[in-house]
């Protein structure tokens, strides 16, 4: 069973850089087709691509985040990380990680609880 | 960047009713067209994928459809557990992007 975890500070000041860190349980980061990546939903609002890493280092970026946002992954640790510079309280948002197989061509079908980071001075 | 738009926005059905949620791209896309039900408080659950094949576990009373820049999501005889808001994502054009969300409530 595949799961995956979101971690990270839950209150960023504006300008910080956030850090988010999804750790990945069930399948390896190193297995042909998987990818990992993250999706944003400020309150009540809609969700939005924000980043992917795939298994042989493939990076997609949501383009209106591309120029602040990086994505790695550490094999090691089956973990992802995200990384987002200069937040502004507009990034405010649950931030989730999912799953996804382009062997199974199933697209982001497992998921994350969300993690919600809110940014306030 | 494809857009796509969800409709409407809000839709009010009874239990037993039957729901069509309607997902419009800005430009013609392929087979890569998903359906996600999420609940408040929690995470996206995928439902479709690949315009129609229902994701594991999912019951026939889901169903998707469509081609070119038209696509629905149809739930029959709803049950008190289907309402809940629905999103139709595009995955086979980078970068993916979601609809903004239909809502589905009880009247």
């Known amino acids: 069973q595949i799961t995956l975890k979101e971690s990270g500070p839950a209150l960023v000041k504006p300008t910080a850089t956030l850090k988010l860190t999804c750790t990945l349980s069930?399948?390896?980061?190193?297995?042909?087709?998987?990818?990992v990546g993250w999706i944003r939903q400020p309150p009540g609002k809609a969700l939005e691509f924000v980043a992917l890493?795939?298994?042989?280092?493939?990076?997609r970026y949501g383009p209106s985040l591309e120029s602040r946002v990086a994505i790695t992954k550490d094999t090691s640790r089956n973990e992802v990380v995200l990384t987002m510079t200069n937040m502004n309280p507009v990034d405010t948002a649950t931030y989730f990680c999912?799953?996804?197989?382009?062997?199974?061509?199933?697209?982001?079908?497992?998921w994350g609880q969300g993690m919600l980071v809110t940014v306030s001075s | 960047e494809i857009f796509l738009t969800q409709s409407p926005g809000t839709l009010a059905l009874s239990p037993g009713d039957r729901a069509t949620l309607s997902c419009s791209a800005s430009?013609?896309?392929?087979?890569?067209l998903a359906w996600f039900q999420q609940k408040r408080g929690q995470p996206p659950k995928l439902l479709i994928y690949?315009?129609?094949t229902r994701a594991p576990g999912i019951p026939d009373r889901f169903s998707g459809s469509g081609s070119g820049t038209d696509f629905n999501l149809t739930i029959d005889r709803l049950e008190p557990d289907d309402f809940a808001m629905y999103h139709c994502?595009?995955?086979?054009?980078?970068?993916?992007?979601f609809g903004q969300g239909t809502t589905l409530e009880i009247k």
């Open positions: 999912t799953h996804i197989n382009v062997v199974t061509s199933l697209p982001f079908d497992v």
């Open positions: 069930g399948v390896s980061l190193t297995t042909t087709g998987v990818g």
């Open positions: 890493i795939y298994w042989d280092d493939d990076e």
């Open positions: 430009q013609p896309l392929t087979i890569y």
């Open positions: 690949g315009v129609s």
């Open positions: 994502l595009q995955y086979g054009i980078s970068p993916r992007t």
